[in-house]
Structure formats: structure tokens, C-alpha cells
């Protein structure tokens, strides 16, 4: 009876320091995942001052960084530097801090399934769907009075100011963020569940974007993204859906040449193009199994690894700081 005692506590303390274990290990990701997005936000926060006080040691005069600054091209370029830098170095740092090989937490393998078009046409038609949400909700609110959009950058003009939007806007996004939020974000949280890893990378990719117009979309782009990611074992075909996407966006952006009716109808012809892809897409995979998620083998429920997470102290601050620039966003 002793030993059977004994052994049942020895079985609870076990688990209880298991738990705790774990609870550590989802902490320790969150800040992970949290602070290279907290390092972009102080970047952007600080940016300016940043260029002003390296000009002014160069003997450069605020005058003439601002005239500099003053060129839509050269805000691209800077765009794009940035970019590539504050979505790479420190994701690969914090990587490396955890313990973690970027080789497998970023698959740029060939995609594991035989249904890759499947999902590349749900991915593109989710986000059309994603868009027309959110333009609706935008509309819904400015109807109150309430305009949270985000005013863009006028952009430089020719064909080098054209091909240059398409890299700023179309390519290079599609390269990092999906190496940031679809490799090593997801990467890191995947151990914990697949669901988990899919929901908590699509909400800090969507708190990343920093204001009310992008981040709910920024959120559902990432939930597509982030399932596709986990069911072809490859963050390739992600890639090519965000840049699908927003090279759509770009060539929108260019359109206001054209006549009214004449972008209206290949609007609508998109719209009605890439749902019904969706659709079928979607009936494809569904046909083919394909949207059952491999359970989590973890010693705490799954309501608790969200918890632990979501109000982690990481998390917290990352989502504060990024609401805080998106109410900003609204008053400027």
C-alpha cells in the first residue's frame, strides 16, 4: 500500500514539474516570437531621429535629409533595407538564442503534398475573400464616423518606379515575412500544437502590421498561410500566395489611369475569379482530408498552452505596443 502511495505522488510531482516544464518552454517562445516584432516597432518609432543624428554626424543637414527623404524611390529602397533587416536578423537571433537550427524551422524544401495547387488557389481566394471582408468592415465603421485608414506613400513614377513597387511591395514582403511568421514563428510555437502554432503566428503577424485598416486582414492572410505552411511541410508555397496577392494590390494601386467602369469590371471579374478558385480549391482538399491538424502531444491542455501564451508578459507588451501605434495611426 506504501509503494503504491508513494508511487502515486511521485507520478503527480512528476507531472506538476512536467507542467511547469512546459509552462516555462511557452514563455520562453513567446518572447521569442514577441521581441524581434518589439525591436521592428522601436525601429519604425525611432526612425527618423535615428537618420537625422547619423546625417548629423556626417555633416548632412536636416534640410537635406528631408529633400533626401522627400523622393518616393528613395523611400522604397529604404523600405525594402528595412525589411529585409528587421525581418531576418533578429528572427534568426532569437532562433539561435532557443536553441533552434533555421534550416528546421524555415522548410524551403519542395512542398511535401501532391495537392500544392489546391492550396495555392484556396490561399489566393482566401485573401480576396479576406480583403472584401475588411473593406466592408471599413466601410461599416467609417458610416459612424469612425475612418481608421492608413494614408500610403505616393508612388515614384516610370518604369523603374514601377518595377520598384512591385520588389517593395510584392516580392521582398513575401520573402521575409513568410521567413519571419511562416518559418521561424511558426516554427518555434509548432511544437505546442499545430492549431496553436497557426493561430498564435497569424495574430502576432497581424499585430505586427501596426494599424486598425491592416491587422485583421494581416490576421486572417496569416491563418491561411499559416495552414498552408503546416500541410505542405514548405514555406514556398506561402510565398507565392502573398505575393500573388499583393502584386494584385500593386497593380489596383495603378489603376486610377484607367476608366471607372473599366476597373470596376476587372474587379468584380478578380472577386469572382478567385472565390470561385477558392471554392473549388477548398472542395479539393476538403475531398482529399486535407484539413485535419495532427493533435498536440502536450502535458498541459490546450487551453492552457493559449493561456500561457496570450497572457504571457512577451505577448502583452508586443500587443500593447502595436495597438498603442495603431490608435496613433488613427490621429495623424
Not at 83 to 101: D, N, Q, R
Not at 233 to 257: D, E, F, K, P, R
Request: with cysteine.
Amino acid at each position: 500500500m506504501d509503494n503504491f502511495v508513494n508511487t502515486a505522488i511521485g507520478d503527480q510531482t512528476a507531472l506538476y514539474y512536467a507542467s511547469q516544464s512546459e509552462k516555462r518552454a511557452v514563455r520562453r517562445a513567446a518572447w521569442a516570437v514577441t521581441v524581434p516584432g518589439i525591436v521592428f516597432f522601436i525601429v519604425n518609432i525611432f526612425l527618423g531621429e535615428i537618420i537625422f543624428l547619423t546625417a548629423k554626424r556626417f555633416g548632412v543637414t536636416p534640410q537635406e535629409i528631408k529633400e533626401f527623404l522627400s523622393d518616393p524611390a528613395i523611400l522604397q529602397i529604404l523600405s525594402v533595407i528595412l525589411s529585409i533587416t528587421l525581418l531576418t536578423v533578429p528572427f534568426i537571433i532569437c532562433a539561435k538564442i532557443m536553441g533552434e537550427k533555421i534550416s528546421s524551422l524555415v522548410p524551403l524544401t519542395k512542398p511535401e503534398s501532391d495537392n500544392n495547387f489546391a492550396f495555392f488557389l484556396f490561399g489566393v481566394g482566401f485573401c480576396a475573400f479576406a480583403n472584401i471582408a475588411v473593406s466592408a468592415a471599413g466601410r461599416i465603421f467609417q458610416s459612424f464616423g469612425i475612418d481608421y485608414s492608413v494614408s500610403r506613400p505616393e508612388d515614384p513614377e516610370g518604369i523603374f518606379g514601377f518595377l520598384l513597387v512591385i520588389i517593395s511591395t510584392a516580392v521582398v514582403p513575401a520573402l521575409v515575412e513568410e521567413f519571419a511568421y511562416r518559418g521561424i514563428v511558426l516554427g518555434l510555437l509548432k511544437p505546442f500544437g499545430e492549431a496553436f502554432a497557426i493561430f498564435g503566428s497569424a495574430a502576432a503577424f497581424g499585430l505586427l502590421h501596426g494599424n486598425f485598416e491592416q491587422i485583421p486582414f494581416a490576421f486572417l492572410v496569416g491563418l491561411v498561410l499559416g495552414f498552408v505552411r503546416v500541410k505542405t511541410g514548405s514555406i514556398l508555397i506561402c510565398m507565392a500566395i502573398h505575393a500573388t496577392n499583393n502584386l494584385i494590390a500593386v497593380l489596383s494601386s495603378y489603376s486610377s489611369a484607367l476608366p471607372t467602369a473599366a476597373v470596376n469590371l476587372a474587379y468584380t471579374l478578380y472577386v469572382v475569379a478567385a472565390l470561385t478558385l477558392a471554392v473549388l480549391g477548398m472542395a479539393f482538399l476538403k475531398q482529399k482530408n486535407s484539413f485535419k491538424l495532427a493533435t498536440a502531444n502536450t502535458v498541459n491542455p490546450t487551453k492552457r498552452i493559449y493561456t500561457d501564451f496570450f497572457f504571457s508578459p512577451a505577448f502583452i507588451i508586443f500587443t500593447l505596443l502595436f495597438l498603442f501605434k495603431a490608435v496613433l495611426y488613427m490621429f495623424m
